[in-house]
């Protein structure tokens, strides 16, 4: 099956740094990947959609000089947290999409700012 | 806003219990997903449903989408502890984004 690599699986950073994290897919191209965000209990809130070779949309309320998505290839999109601070402190998880409608989710990362 | 309702948020039940799970909005999906998801993991993808009035089997899971394609559900056949997880449906609006919204969630437990 379809598989999607994220790293790291769990950073935890000083506040005010930035943090990338990867989303691979490595057994398939993917031209559009989903970057979602997830609090403790909590159901996953879609971030921003990442396209190939174009800017990335964000959602409503999302911040996009705080979250800097890039898509540089078919196989691999990065978010990058700017300044972070506590409050960014979450799990995030990245999707790559497949043939329409099925997307394969990665493993999701652990952000812990102090 | 949250598009997608889950209920119940929370189930503990005994092993060999039956349980519904419900995925409910005022708004139309062109396609309706059904994940698990472990802690400290990412989603696994149980079932696409497309079609109004769909019903799809996976083992003792059933999955239905409503005919109006605003709705599903999920009903698990004599749970097993290994069913535990959060359960989370997640609709396509009929835009042809492809964009998944994801329900609130359900939070089961199944005891031995």
């Known amino acids: 099956g379809a598989v999607v690599s994220q790293h790291p699986s769990w950073v935890i950073c000083k506040s005010g740094t930035s943090v990338k994290i990867e989303c691979r897919s490595l057994d398939f191209q993917a031209t559009t990947m989903f970057w979602y965000r997830q609090f403790p209990k909590q159901s996953l809130m879609l971030m921003a959609t990442?396209?190939?070779?174009?800017?990335?949309?964000?959602e409503q309320g999302v911040e996009k000089d705080k979250f800097l998505i890039n898509h540089a290839s078919l196989t691999l999109s990065t978010l990058t947290v700017t300044s972070a601070h506590p409050e960014d402190s979450s799990f995030y998880i990245c999707s790559a999409g497949l043939a329409g409608w099925v997307q394969y989710f990665g493993a999701g990362t652990r952000l812990s700012v102090l | 806003t949250q598009l997608l309702e889950q209920s119940p948020q929370f189930l503990s039940i005994q092993e060999g219990e039956n349980l519904t799970v419900y995925c409910n909005s005022s708004s139309v999906f062109s396609s309706l997903q059904w994940y698990r998801q472990e802690p400290g993991e990412g989603p696994v993808l149980l079932v696409t449903?497309?079609?109004?009035?769909e019903v799809k089997k996976l083992k003792r899971l059933t999955f239905q989408f409503g005919d109006a394609r605003k709705d599903s559900s999920l009903h698990i056949t004599a749970a097993q502890p290994g069913d535990t997880g959060l359960y989370l449906c997640?609709?396509?609006?009929?835009?042809?984004?492809?964009?998944?919204?994801f329900g609130t969630g359900t939070r089961l437990k199944v005891l031995a």
């Open positions: 449903v497309v079609t109004g009035g």
């Open positions: 997640a609709g396509a609006r009929a835009s042809g984004t492809y964009k998944y919204i």
């Open positions: 990442s396209n190939e070779g174009s800017k990335a949309t964000y």
